[in-house]
């Protein structure tokens, strides 16, 4: 399969203090891969590596023919301002400003599409609600319809499953398997295990350094676990700078 990204060497970090180390690897196109590993194991950071929000302390990301509108975020759900007064609508509609841009009105195709996304998520006539009226489930799914309007090629999903009730699991892991039948490359950090063996064909298992990345069942091996827990114990979290790669 052709290649969307690939790592070279790649350290990520903050503050010169890495958070990911040495990290080596192909993204396939079309390809549907979890990113597991223990807390503070540099998932989070690697997404924003990815989507260019994190530049690298070393090494290098290579987007085969990606540019940043092929790519949509979702980012943690604690990390969306729930204060700030906007309407379901207006958070869907974010998914268009690549076409529209910030300041661009909306066609009756563009409220049909956004329309549509809505009910795809089980959002139907949610479109005027505030979003600080949303519960947790909700308020996800909305973020959902708004990749949808993306239509991007590759898709970056930062816990997209995190405090929210099973059926809103159920019905957007629906959606993610909809994208990966549409050969769009999906990336999600994830902590149920059990979700990940279920859905998700390959995974990357990450303790700072790349413990494993392979076919699911392999990586989740009880080996590879049990050293990705034993790395994170023995990591300092505050090293200005890490070893050479062994």
């Known amino acids: ?18 958070a990911v180390h040495h990290l080596d690897g192909v ?13 503070g194991s540099g998932k989070s950071t690697l997404m924003k590596g990815i989507v260019g929000m994190l530049r690298p302390l070393g090494g290098r990301i290579v987007r085969d023919g990606i540019r940043a509108t092929d790519i949509a975020y979702l980012p943690q759900i604690s990390e969306i301002d729930r204060s700030f007064p906007a309407s379901v609508f207006d958070l869907v509609s974010l998914g268009l400003w690549s076409k529209r841009g910030m300041l661009g009105r909306f066609s009756h195709a563009d409220r049909h599409a956004i329309g549509h996304a809505l009910e795809a998520v089980g959002l139907a006539g949610f479109q005027a609600r505030g979003i600080e009226t949303l519960s947790g489930g ?19 999903l930062d816990e997209p499953f995190n405090a929210i009730d099973t059926r809103t699991v159920h ?23 059990e979700l990940v063996r279920e859905h998700f ?8 350094r790349p413990v494993a990345w392979g076919e699911t069942g392999e990586t989740l091996g009880a080996e590879n676990l049990m050293k990705a827990r034993q790395m994170n114990m023995l990591a300092d979290h505050h090293a200005p700078w890490c070893e050479e790669a062994a």
């Open 1 to 18: 399969m052709q290649p969307v990204l690939e790592f070279h060497d790649l350290t990520l970090g903050y503050d010169r203090h890495p």
């Open 27 to 39: 993204v396939e196109a079309g390809s549907l891969t979890a990113v597991v590993g223990p807390n």
């Open 138 to 156: 909700q308020l996800q799914r909305a973020l959902f319809a708004r990749v949808l309007l993306q239509d991007a090629r590759v898709i970056l």
């Open 171 to 193: 019905d957007l892991i629906g959606v993610i398997r909809r994208w990966h039948g549409e050969s769009r490359t999906v990336l999600a950090v994830l902590h149920d295990l």
């Open 201 to 208: 064909p390959r995974t990357l298992l990450l303790s700072r």
